[in-house]
């Protein structure tokens, strides 16, 4: 019988590649998401920034023509060539007029004051009754006597005129004398007009906070009124550092999501601010994304319903392999595929059963030499605790139960299988560095003098010099090193305190302290367990983590720590 010539896929996959178009589509919908997703989030963090430059900008054009109002007034008064402020200065009517008609012809000027050192002269504008006010003028005259050239106040809310002002003093000279300070009450109207106008562009909350971070210009006048302190905010905090920020934050009182930006204004050290929900400016981000994947959901159905029509003949054997592929993925090795079709697919169903034979074949060896290296790898750490161990009869079996209390102490904490791990290599090779200490000292039966002790407390360091030439085991250096920092930084070797002693080493030291305490020493006969856990928790907070000295209680009451008193 003559064998039938395999059915070639490739006519199949031509005919559904040229109607399905919707997955190129969508292939190329995503990149263009994803490109232009963060293109439009930079380019609405922009746009903020520049809000807040802009407004920082005439913000500061208005200081600086205030200023430059007030260095007119200075200089005329300087020109005169005789001293400020005598009695015919301050009798002239004249002068009073004058004084006069530069706050009428002044908008935002409200109030005009002439004074000499002692602080009498002429005033014209606004009569000052705010006692808070009076005291702002009172200091910025006080800071130009002492030595300041030029002053500007905090702004302060007037309630009597419902206006946010600031004062802005001078110093007068004639030649080199000080004789009188020029100062001026401003009303920060125009700011909060421009602050008012700008806020809600483009979903924006703008506000102005001064130097001290507190807020003075707000669209919402109650705000503007209640002037509440905002330098706590990480935002307010970083204009200090540099001229402008964006930041993504959450809001202290509402905790929402925000983009904000803040801009300075310069020479006067306030901050203009400009804030945002983040949600709200991804708007336009998540309608894009929604849009594309709409048309892109749409093409992709089309295309789809139309490739079924040609692609039944493929899909179950497609299906089938995949089942496959998951199964082996999953760790099921023994899984194979089941394709009968004589074409590219059932070729491919065989090679890919042989791969996964060899593939099973190959893990399990890797497997076994895995088991094998790693119990090699413990039995030779414990050879080398073991042989640290028997140098001091007293501490024989040590390292080993140190680090099964270590271990369960790390399993009660719930920490992860790799830190558990840690912890245990660390615990077992703690005392490693004895080894470099010499056995008149390690073996002697009595109690050891000051300098045998500081030479007894150099083994954590010569433990970690020792491990430190293995770079596999360089996390566990920490466990070892410290094991006998104490909380108080009364411990060695470098008076650590607190969580600035790893978290493997204060497990570790516990664990070295209570098998310590019930095991037979030189200097001491062992404790009941009950005894040395009553003992370890007087020490807590002192030398110990509460958390740690009270997972080793737990599990000793759960009866996972049943070692018996070797006496």
Known sequence: ????????????????????????????????????????????????????????????????????????????????GKPLLDDSFVQDAENRRLLESLVQESDNTLFLQVVNRD???????????????????????????????????????????????????????????????????????PVHRLVRETSGRGGNSVFIVDSRGRLFA???????????????MELIRDMKSQTSTTMTYHRPDTGESMIGTVAVVEDVGWGVVAEAKEEYLNFPVRQMISQTLLWTLLAVVLAGGISILFSRQISVPIQRLAETTRSIAAGQWDERVQVKTRNELGMLGENFNLMAEHIEDYIEQLKQALRQNKELFMAAIKTLAAAIDAKDPYTRGHSERVMRYATHIAEQMELS??????????????????????????????????????????????????????????????????????LDGKGYPLGLRGHEIPLSARIIGVADTFDAMTTERPYQRPLTHEFALEKIKGMINVKFDEHVVGALIKAYKEGRIKEKVLV
């Not at 064998?3 to 190129?24: E, Q, S």
């Not at 005259?141 to 007037?158: A, D, E, K, L, T």
């Not at 707000?218 to 706590?232: G, I, M, V």
């Not at 050891?448 to 491990?467: F, R, S």
Request: glycine share 8%; with cysteine; net charge neutral.
């Open 218 to 232: 707000h669209a919402e006048s109650q705000l503007t009124k209640a002037n509440p302190d905002l330098s706590r």
């Open 417 to 486: 299988e790799d830190e558990i791990e840690m912890v245990k290599l660390s615990a077992l090779l703690h005392d490693v560095g004895k080894i470099g200490i010499e056995d008149a000292i390690l073996k002697k039966p009595g109690a050891l003098t000051q300098q045998e002790y500081e030479v007894m407390k150099q083994h954590p360091e010569k433990g970690a010099n020792i491990m430190g030439q293995i770079p596999q085991l360089k996390e566990i250096i920490p466990g070892m090193r410290f094991h006998h920092e104490q």
């Open 119 to 189: 602080g009498k002269g002429i005033q014209a504008g606004y009569p000052l009754t705010d006692p808070r006010l009076l005291a702002l003028l009172d200091e910025a005259f006080q800071r130009v006597v002492g030595g300041q050239y030029s002053v500007i106040s905090n702004p302060h809310y007037v309630e009597g005129i419902d206006q946010v002002v600031v004062i802005l003093s001078r110093a007068v000279h004639v030649g080199d004398e000080l004789v009188g300070v020029l100062s001026a009450v401003v009303s920060l109207e």
């Open 1 to 80: 019988m003559k064998r039938k010539r395999p059915t070639k896929i490739l006519y199949t996959l031509l005919a559904g590649m040229m109607v399905v178009a919707g997955v190129p589509l969508a292939i190329n919908s995503w990149l263009l998401i994803s490109y232009n997703r963060d293109l439009l989030s930079r380019e609405l963090k922009l746009q903020q920034l520049q809000l807040c430059r802009s407004l920082a900008s005439e913000v500061g054009t208005y200081m600086t023509g205030l200023g430059n109002q007030l260095l007119g007034i200075q200089r005329s008064l300087e020109a005169t």
